[in-house]
């Protein structure tokens, strides 16, 4: 979150946080949670960032692994977030691209097979 205001609003219940308040997140990025049905911060970390990036993927609205990234940085810690560059290189990159790697084999298998 952006400041101490914002942050003090929020725990006494008087402001909603929003995804654009969230750290790596903004206006854009926003806009393209809500073309998967995400539009608050509450539904975001309902999901996860995995789930959420597969699915940005699936969508063909996410090209980068910077949004994996990104939406990882933004839930970790819960709301303060760490900077999408410190993911991209720290411990958790390899256990978020397996379970991104995971997440789209199960769900590859479990989609409806074409009849040949």
Same mark, same amino acid.
């Given at each position: 979150m952006?400041?101490?205001?914002?942050?003090?609003?929020?725990?006494?219940?008087?402001?909603?946080?929003?995804i654009?308040?969230?750290?790596?997140?903004? /206006?854009?990025? +926003?806009?393209?949670?809500?073309?998967?049905?995400?539009?608050s911060?509450?539904? *975001?970390?309902?999901?996860? =960032? %995995?789930?959420?990036?597969?699915?940005?993927?699936r969508?063909?609205?996410?090209?980068?692994?910077?949004?994996?990234?990104?939406?990882a940085?933004?839930?970790? /810690?819960?709301? +303060?977030?760490?900077?999408?560059?410190?993911?991209?290189?720290?411990?958790?990159? *390899?256990?978020?691209?397996? =379970? %991104?790697?995971?997440?789209?084999?199960?769900?590859?298998?479990?989609?409806?097979?074409?009849?040949?």
């Amino acid at each position: 979150m952006r400041n101490q205001k914002v942050r003090q609003r929020i725990a006494a219940g008087k402001m909603r946080l929003r995804i654009r308040d969230l750290r790596n997140l903004g /206006p854009r990025s +926003e806009q393209l949670l809500a073309e998967i049905g995400i539009y608050s911060a509450a539904q *975001l970390r309902e999901r996860g =960032a %995995v789930r959420t990036y597969v699915q940005l993927k699936r969508a063909g609205v996410a090209h980068s692994l910077n949004m994996l990234w990104a939406l990882a940085g933004a839930m970790e /810690p819960w709301p +303060e977030g760490r900077h999408w560059r410190e993911v991209s290189r720290g411990d958790t990159r *390899l256990s978020l691209l397996l =379970a %991104v790697e995971d997440l789209e084999q199960t769900l590859a298998s479990a989609a409806p097979r074409q009849p040949n």
